[in-house]
């Protein structure tokens, strides 16, 4: 079982930045994959970014340049960076863990941008 806590989300208006983690309940260096997706209103689950225990990363397309997902195994931490941040970014953003064990997330944190 892996319980994922997330934090930082709040209101920003367009153009701010945002730093939000992740907790994990246990030790994520043996995690295949940590990510962050976001949900927005009336629309699906997405995928914002990823990042495997070797540290290679992947994000949507349209958020390269703009987002930042780093993780700190010591500390069980998974992060993502926002900067440059655009009234289509609010959402809801959740943690994702993706191992052996099974797929697990978060409750997720609102993010709210303003113009």
């Known amino acids: 079982q892996m319980h994922l806590v997330e934090s930082g989300g709040g209101l920003v208006q367009a153009g701010g930045s945002l730093r939000l983690s992740c907790v994990a309940s246990r030790a994520i260096f043996s995690i295949n994959a940590m990510g962050w997706y976001r949900q927005a209103p009336g629309k699906q689950r997405e995928l914002v970014a990823r990042?495997?225990?070797?540290?290679?990363?992947n994000y949507a397309d349209s958020l390269k340049g703009r987002f930042t997902i780093s993780r700190d195994n010591a500390k069980n931490t998974v992060s993502l960076q926002m900067n440059s941040l655009k009234p289509e970014d609010t959402a809801i953003y959740y943690c994702?863990?993706?191992?052996?064990?099974?797929?697990?997330w978060g409750q997720g944190t609102l993010v709210t941008v303003s113009s």
């Open positions: 990042i495997t225990t070797r540290g290679r990363t």
């Open positions: 994702n863990s993706d191992g052996l064990s099974g797929s697990y």
